[in-house]
């Protein structure tokens, strides 16, 4: 089944383009089924790439999925018009009414600052807690992933000597999880951060249990099974080029950055990327969306009962 975005979306074209299924509005209300109601706070920069790179991988299941774009109301978008918010997003206070079977909560290039100090913190602070009795399943990632075991565990972050930055290979830690189902034992994924978060922490914590990490770069992904949330510290959504955007932005700008590591063939920026984590991502987003499928509640308002 395709995903049902709005058919004016820059990320509709794109996605009909890679041969990604999408659907019409008109298309879908005639399927007499109930689509899984996926949401995506994105709170990137950038927030027409990250729809693609979201929807893009949302839009693989072989389920109908309904995705709705949420932003922070406490912050306004430099970097994205307002007439593309006003079509296509809706504040969270707009959509805190509803439950979702599944909830997507982005990066922000904030992770140098203190929580508390993010402009937007207490509004996130909020959604956090919301998503415990309005969310079946929520996938926190990079820098929403370490805002959200902070709020709920108090893990902290520590701030690296310098930018952990390119393409490491990772473990499969548990390989009986059905977020890894099909998993190779090793493979690659993007990292881009100034920030991390420790092993010794997370294992402090009851109910915590670290699904894959890297040798080089610590921990990637964690679970936790009360309110079924998944933390992702690093960027299996990421597009083929979006290091070298990274690497190239800092470049012109006169900003210090190293060349991503094990990321341009012989370290030739002129080469093109190879993408070598797409399959993993694909395979990473349909095990999440399939385990919401099989465990979400039909009733939409059931979510976050058995949870009071």
């Keep these: 089944m395709p995903i049902k975005i709005p058919d004016t979306l820059p990320a509709f074209e794109t996605l009909q383009s890679e041969g990604v299924r999408v659907m019409t509005e008109t298309v879908a209300f005639r399927q007499d089924i109930r689509p899984l109601q996926i949401g995506l706070l994105n709170l990137m920069p950038n927030k027409i790439k990250t ?9 693989a299941s072989p389920l109908q999925v309904e995705f709705s774009l949420v932003r922070v109301g406490g912050h306004k978008a430099k970097n994205t018009s307002e007439d593309h918010l006003l079509a296509f997003y809706q504040t969270w206070e707009e959509v805190k009414h509803r439950k979702f079977d599944g909830f997507i909560i982005t990066g922000a290039p904030i992770e140098l600052l203190e929580y508390e100090d993010v402009t937007y913190w207490q509004e996130m602070q909020q959604i956090f807690d919301w998503t415990a009795t309005n969310v079946h399943s929520t996938l926190n990632v990079c820098w929403g992933a370490m805002a959200a075991i902070y709020h709920f565990h108090k893990v902290p972050k520590y701030t690296l000597t310098e930018k952990a930055f390119g393409v490491y290979r990772h473990q499969n830690l548990k390989p009986s999880s059905v977020y890894l189902n099909g998993f190779s034992d090793d ?45 992702m510290f690093n960027h299996v959504e990421y597009d083929s080029t979006s ?11 006169g900003v210090p950055i190293k060349m991503p590591h094990n990321y341009f063939p012989h370290n030739d920026p002129e080469i093109p990327p190879q993408n070598r984590w797409r399959s993993h991502a694909h395979l990473f987003f349909g095990n999440w969306i399939n385990e919401i499928y099989q465990t979400t509640p039909y009733d939409l308002e059931e979510i976050g009962q058995e949870r009071t």
């Design 51 to 59: 729809e693609i790179q979201m929807a893009r991988l949302v839009g």
């Design 187 to 231: 493979f690659a994924i993007p990292v881009s951060r100034w920030t991390e978060v420790r092993r010794a922490d997370i294992e402090k914590v009851p109910g915590l249990q670290i699904l894959m990490d890297s040798s080089e770069m610590g921990v990637c992904l964690v679970h936790e099974r009360v309110c079924n949330r998944l933390y």
């Design 243 to 253: 290091l070298a955007d990274e690497y190239f932005r800092d470049v012109n700008a």
